[in-house]
Each structure stands twice: as C-alpha cells, then as structure tokens.
C-alpha cells in the first residue's frame, strides 16, 4: 500500500534472451507479494508476467533482434497491480490461420494470460509490442 | 457428415479432431470420447507445465487437468467456430487453479527453509479457514512472527527448489510411477469403456468440502495411506479418517440418486 494514492513504479530492464526471463519472474513476485494478493494470486500474476515476457524473447530470436531489452514496469497503487511488458522486438506476425490446427504454444500463453489477470491489452508499438496487464487485490 | 454406422474402431480411428467431435456428438460413444481426451493430453501436459513450480507433482497437475479436459470434451459444440483447445483450456486451467487453492503446500525444501516454509503453510491453511479466502504474504508473516521479506524467501526458496526437484527425480520418487490417463481411471476400477460412470463420480466429488475431496483423491486415485494423506494436510490421522468416513458416505448417497 502506498501512501498518498500515488502509484509507485518498479522498472526492470532485461535483455531479450531466455535466460533473464526468471529475474523478470522473481521481481514481480517481490512487487506483487507488497500487495495484497493472495500466494495464488502472486503466483498468477508470475506466471502471466513470464509468459508475456517469454512470448517478447520469442519474436526477439524470430525477427533476429536479440541484442534489444525487454523492459516490465510495474505501476503500484492501493489495490491495483499494472504491468506493462514494453519490448522492442520487431513486429509480430500474424500465424497464418488454420480452422484445424491446434494454436501454438505462444496463442496458449496469450490465452493463459487472460485467465490469471483481470485486464490484458496488447498494442502494437514502433518497433515493438506493449502488452498491459492489469490484477486487483482483494 | 455423414453418419457412420455402429460397428468398429475402424469406422473413426483415422479421423479428424473435427470429425470426431462431430461424431461424439451426434453418438456421444465413449469409446470415441476416450480417444478425444486422449489426443489432447499434451494441451493438458503443456498447460500443468505452467504451473509446475508451485510445490505440487506435475503428475497430479496433469491429472486435475485430466478431469477439466474430459468436462470440456463433454461440453464442446463442434458446431461453433471455436478451436477445441482455446474452449477447453480455461477448463483445464481452472481445474488445475482449484487444486492450488484446494490443498495446502507441499514442502519438498532444504531443511534450512523447511521450518519457515512449514510455519508459513500452516498459518496460511488457518488463516484461509478462518477468513474464508488464500490470504496474503503479510497474513501469513504476521501469524508466523517473520518479516515479509523472511515469508516470501520461505515461499520464494520453497519455489526455486521444487522447480529444481521436479526436474530431477525427486518429485517421482515419491510418488508412484506417472499416471496415465488409462491408470487414473483403472485405479477406481471402472474402465474407460465404462466412462459415463467416471463422470458420475466426477459430478459427485465436485459436491464434496475440498478437504473431503482432497482425501478421496490422495487415498482412492493416489493409494496413499490415510498417515501420509494427514501429513500432506497437516491434520490428524484421526481426522483424514474421519473425514474419509464422512466424504464416502456422501459419495455413497450421491451416486446412488
């Protein structure tokens, strides 16, 4: 809880490769635990922030953009959680579309995400991607 | 479509997830329903591998994610212009969330932490009985005497080494071989053939307390011992028995509507 309704703001930057995914994973576990979440919640919201920043090194190894970061920024407030995954990815491309086959693994994550957060939004940005998750406590 | 005729395997066992669902549908054959739940098991494994790192066997996650798959193949109307696997993975999903929220802890962790790990588990299996929901870090910490930061490396350890045991053999070795869907539903001996009754049981654990149905599931569908399933809880051997007691008569009545 913060004091004055003003939301506090925890950044990250990490560099779009597999392997600073977890640090992504255990920042937000500190952030999200100050607030009041539930251990299934705080959970949760790990879990969706791991697969969106996954999904960001992802189309960073398909569009050959590696070296570029993945910044995941926290907005406190008294009972709401906002994260927003920013990446500088490149564009994401559209699977092409087959009534038939199963979704891939990253539309599952998409889909997972919008089960453990109350709010998702993706926008396309220059460059890159910006995917907001928004999580109420209590 | 056309209809097939009664008869054998042959007649759908090179067909389509579409096809078949069609089929299940208008025939509702168990047999056609098994081999539906049993070529989305990777949706069910994929999904549980999600959640692996919260302290609970993977092989459990995939089974509660097991009994969402198979309501969803009961439920999909291959009809609307959905992929089967975005229907049915909020019903896994939610499946394997309950069983999160159902159970307390598991405490595969170094010594060192265990302590904590098992003050903090304790405190929150009360405190959610007492207020009526999963409470919070703070909750727990305040309850157990520590810090914040001394409960969330407690639960943060905790994690870090599961996710390391369940990568290595830890995790099966105490627990019996991995279940297949096949051996899930052998253990309470009613076949896959005889599947309908599987749903009726289903339909009636899901009227029993969480607890209740917490013990069902570790004594009848895992063979664990009622000593084992009271530690797994952190009640009594005493009260699992009870509980058990309680929670078959239930069944009993149930099934017997």
Redesign the interface.
Known sequence: MEAGGEAAVVELRIPARPEYVGVAR?AI??VA????????????IR?AVG?ACTTAVEWAAKNQRQDTDVLVRSSISESTLTVEIIDDAGERQEPAES??R??D?ES?GA??IT?LVDEVNVSSLDGGTRVTMVKHA? | MTTHHKGGVADWAADDTETLFRKYAETRNPAIRERLVIMHQNLVRFLAGKFANRGEPLEDLIQVGTIGLINAVDRFDPGRETKFSTYATPTIVGEIRRHFRDKAWSLKVPRRLQELNLAANNAAEQLSQRLGHSPTVQEIGQAIGATEEETLEAIELGNAYDTVSLDSKLAYESESAPLTLAEFVGEVDISLQNIETYGDLKHAMDCLEPREKAIIYYRFFKDMSQTEVARRLNISQMHVSRLQQKALRKLKELLSE
């Open positions: 255990l576990l500190g635990s100050r607030m009041r979440f539930s251990y299934d919640e705080v959970e949760d879990l697969e009534a038939n199963d979704p693994p599952l889909l997972l089960l209590g």
